[in-house]
């Protein structure tokens, strides 16, 4: 079955530190993948996707992701993290549904990111 | 350009109650996903429209939940009878035309719904 899984519930970095955020999938074709970030109250920002190709992808604000596929990983970093980049991380995988081609994505559970000063 | 709009943000609704949810695509987009986020929980698909068609609800509760993405007008998503477990946040999300795979859902504001 298709799933996506972020280990990590909660993290605490502070100001400046670099940041990495685990993202592991199962999918059984290439998958396509995607990094969205949630500020309280807010609907879902995309940071950056990976379909094919070079395998470490930019995003926005600074963030980069890598795929590994021998280790079905799809890692979220940034060098160093800011107080404003406290908020709520999804990995997603989107699926092609049996009807079509649908972009269904499927979610992780969300890793929340606290930035100390 | 202004991007995915939903209404109302917060609704507060009785045990037996309906709740009717609006989503606005951003403009030029014909493809509209509904998903829930229940607390503590990701996001869960629920229904894929496009325009007056309904292509995959296979993330659909079984019983009292619809959704509808007129010719005209925004997409709703309707809960009927509505019971405490379906306080969450609901987002609906757009992409273009070309729709696929690899387009980018682009994502409203959310609607939290809390049942009493």
């Known amino acids: 079955a298709q799933s996506v899984t972020q280990p990590d519930i909660h993290i605490t970095v502070s100001e400046g530190a670099s940041l990495e955020l685990r993202c592991n999938y199962s999918?059984?074709?290439?998958?396509?993948l995607f990094w969205y970030v949630q500020s309280p109250g807010q609907g879902l920002q995309l940071l950056l996707k990976?379909?094919?190709?070079?395998?470490l992808v930019q995003g926005i604000k600074g963030f980069e992701a890598e795929f590994k596929r021998s280790q079905s990983s799809f890692n979220l970093r940034k060098p160093s993290v800011h107080w404003s980049d406290a908020a709520e991380y999804f990995c997603a995988v989107g699926a092609i549904s049996r009807v079509g081609a649908t972009n269904k994505l499927i979610f992780g559970t969300g890793t929340l990111l606290a930035v100390q000063p | 350009n202004a991007g995915v709009m939903q209404n109302p943000r917060h609704l507060v609704r009785r045990r037996g109650q309906e709740a009717r949810l609006r989503c606005s695509p951003m403009k030029g987009h014909s493809h509209v996903y509904w998903y829930r986020q229940l607390p503590e929980e990701g996001l869960k698909f629920m229904v894929y429209l496009q325009k007056e068609n309904i292509i995959d609800e296979s993330g659909m509760p079984k019983e009292r939940f619809s959704a509808e993405f007129p010719k005209e007008g925004p997409s709703i998503l309707r809960i009927q009878q509505v019971v405490r477990g379906d306080s969450a946040a609901y987002f609906c999300a757009s992409s273009p035309a070309t729709g696929g795979a690899k387009e980018t859902q682009y994502f409203g504001p959310g609607t939290r719904l809390l049942v009493l």
């Open positions: 999918y059984g074709a290439t998958p396509y």
């Open positions: 990976y379909f094919s190709g070079d395998t």
